[in-house]
């Protein structure tokens, strides 16, 4: 029986304590309104889950992404099993800030899959 040689990155991460908290608040939106277009969301329960959260400037976010994304935003690295919750969350709570998932009108969720994991950047919500 061959060994699995592929590292769990997540594990070293949880062992070496660079995991972060975050708190994901799925979210339903109806609106009222179809004239006006007004909204209301109502918050589910939430979820927690750990995550390798980095901040990055925003010289390296308009280089390496499409479309402008604003300031303050931060680039987290999630396990796969958790990547729909990013897709249906509507407020991101990560320390004492509030994010939501970044969302580029030609292209979609700024949600990058990978071998093991998924990168997903989220901009800062101005309003909590």
Known sequence: MPIDKRIDIFSLLRNEGKLEKVIIFPGV????????????TTFLNPITIDALIRDVSSEALIW???GLI?????????????????RIGKKIKIR???YKT???ESKGFAIKERGDYTVVILE?????
Do not use: A
């Not at 604003?70 to 990013?86: A, D, M």
């Not at 800062?124 to 909590?128: A, G, M, N, P």
């Open 124 to 128: 800062r919500k101005l309003i909590d």
């Open 70 to 86: 604003p300031s303050e935003s931060k680039e987290i690295l999630v396990e796969k099993q958790h990547t729909n919750l990013f």
């Open 102 to 104: 970044y969302r580029d």
């Open 29 to 40: 939106s109806v609106e009222n309104d179809p004239v006006e277009h007004t909204v209301d």
């Open 64 to 66: 390496r992404y499409y």
């Open 96 to 98: 004492n800030n509030y």
